[in-house]
């Protein structure tokens, strides 16, 4: 394959992501991740001068639940633009520009493997084509630089450039820790006794001062909330004592499984065939890169993701295809390898007797019956995850228009708010902001479909002596059949009086 052609089919992988991303360049979809509201934020007060802080809470406290180096690097967007509107097109495009960086990393990989141009372009194409990652390249999250950073450090290993891609993506992404202890475990199966020093000093180094600056200005963090913004590492085993962990760990089994069906795109079948399907492909996928193992990058990249996966079981938080992204590429090539070898057998099957060409006729049937349920289960994540996400959120930026606007001119720069989007409700009014965390329910409904606050979100309010409560109908799961539909939700009991209400949003304030 010629060098243009290779680069003509290059480019053409990322256009569907290119196009992705300009249709979400205004961010409707800003805090829908929560995480993107605070990054973002924490950008803005780098940009200006304002220290690493979470300037959206009340406490403006120091901003240790994230490593510096995404927020710094998303600092450019404010350094650009003004104003959040000019942001936030700059903003997305430099989070967009790590998938090209990611897709070239990928084929790179592929050829210092060893495989054809043909075959490492198909590899970088199958990922940056794949739904989750066009996702991560439309929101403000470090999962697409720290995968990009993670296959770089791959590609360059073993050297220096690998290590220090590895601290940069620590920096990025805390993550990327296991990348570091899976560096130590190839150089000790290699038996690279000084290279194992280098790295371990270095990770200690690297891991240490970003512990110990969090240890030295972390706020003091005494209920749930604190703990979710300011001591991540707290609020972990606060969730997930020592003693509930071997039964937290045997739950997270289930979503795991699950959100490795979901990266090779068969998730969507339901039933028992689906649970067979589903089993089957992860079989596969397994059995491939057990065929693929060999020391160097793939054992590397192996050993890494074997230590991702078994960190997601010690999380709160059940596994997702956001904090298992770096491991796609290794999935989809363990299920190409072993789909390569299963093409060799049905081939050589079809040179043999009638039976055995009737056998392979059967399987391959069946095998491009599940490649095209693949491609559609594809092409419904691309479009439910992009084109009609940004245009339901756009569907409720004129009731928060206004209320934000309301929020500016009638409410005082000190007023201090709960609400489910706190950063990026703050970054529209500037007003400090507060959300319980993902544990507790925010509101409560009851037999009639009216919403009410919860006690969480009361004595939240009570604790950090919050002033208002701001709720949009964005806040909610939408109804399909009605996602604009009146907002209903009452006060009573609450002790808050109603200062703005429209058909979507209710501002309610203490007396």
């Not at 749930?224 to 089994?253: E, N, T």
Request: aromatic share 12%.
């Amino acid at each position: 394959m010629s060098r243009p052609i290779l680069i003509v089919l290059f480019c053409l992988a990322l256009l569907p992501a290119g196009w992705l991303a300009w249709l979400g360049r205004d961010l409707p979809h800003l805090g829908s991740f929560h995480d993107d509201g605070v990054y973002l934020e924490a950008a803005r007060g780098l940009a200006a001068g304002d220290g690493y802080r979470i300037g959206s809470l009340p406490s403006r406290p120091a901003q240790t639940k994230y490593p510096p180096g995404y927020p710094l690097y998303l600092s450019l967007a404010w350094r650009i633009g003004s104003d959040l509107d000019t942001v936030l097109p700059w903003a997305l495009l430099l989070t967009w520009l790590w998938l090209p960086v990611w897709a070239y990393a990928l084929y790179q990989l592929g050829l210092r493997l060893g495989w054809t141009p043909a075959i490492s372009l198909a590899w970088a194409a199958a990922t940056v084509l794949h739904p989750e990652s066009q996702l991560a390249a439309t929101r403000l999250m470090s999962d697409l630089p720290g995968a990009a950073l993670l296959t770089l450090s791959l590609l360059t290993f073993p050297g220096p450039a690998s290590l220090a891609t590895a601290v940069l993506a620590f920096v990025f992404r805390t993550a990327a820790l296991p990348l570091l202890a899976a560096q130590c475990v190839e150089q000790t199966l290699c038996r690279r006794w000084r290279s194992l020093f280098t790295i371990l000093v270095t990770a200690i180094l690297a891991a240490g001062a970003w512990f110990a600056w969090t240890g030295s200005v972390r706020a003091p963090a005494p209920n749930l909330a604190a703990k979710y913004y300011c001591d991540y590492l707290g609020y972990q085993f606060a969730l997930v004592p020592w003693a509930q962990l071997p039964a937290h760990m045997g739950s997270q089994i289930a979503p795991l499984l699950d959100t490795l069906a979901r990266l090779l795109l068969v998730d969507g079948i339901s039933g028992v065939t689906g649970a067979a399907v589903r089993l089957l492909v992860l079989v596969a996928a397994a059995s491939g890169i057990r065929r693929l193992f060999s020391p160097g990058p793939l054992r590397l990249y192996t050993l890494y993701s074997i230590a991702a996966l078994v960190l997601g079981l010690f999380w709160y938080f059940p596994p997702d295809s956001r904090t298992l992204l770096p491991v796609l590429p290794l999935v989809l090539a363990g299920l190409g390898r072993e789909c390569g070898a299963l093409f060799l057998l049905l081939r050589a099957s079809f040179r043999k007797s009638l039976a055995d060409r009737l056998v392979a006729a059967a399987i391959s049937l069946l095998l491009l019956l599940l490649a095209l349920t693949v491609l559609g289960r594809g092409e419904q994540l691309w479009r439910t995850n992009g084109a009609d996400v940004f245009a339901l959120e756009r569907g409720f930026q004129p009731g928060l228009r206004d209320a934000y606007a309301f929020i500016r001119h009638e409410l005082p720069l000190t007023t201090t708010l709960f609400t489910v989007n706190d950063p990026a409700t703050f970054l529209q009014t500037g007003r400090p902001t507060l959300r319980f965390p993902l544990t507790g329910r925010i509101y409560t409904r009851d037999a009639a479909g009216v919403f009410h606050p919860s006690a969480d979100t009361l004595a939240t309010m009570r604790d950090f002596a919050l002033d208002c409560l701001f709720v949009s109908k964005q806040h909610f799961d939408p109804d399909p059949l009605a996602p604009y539909a009146p907002l209903r939700f009452s006060l009573a009991g609450t002790g808050l009086e109603e200062r703005y209400r429209s058909r979507t949003e209710l501002i309610a304030c203490r007396p």
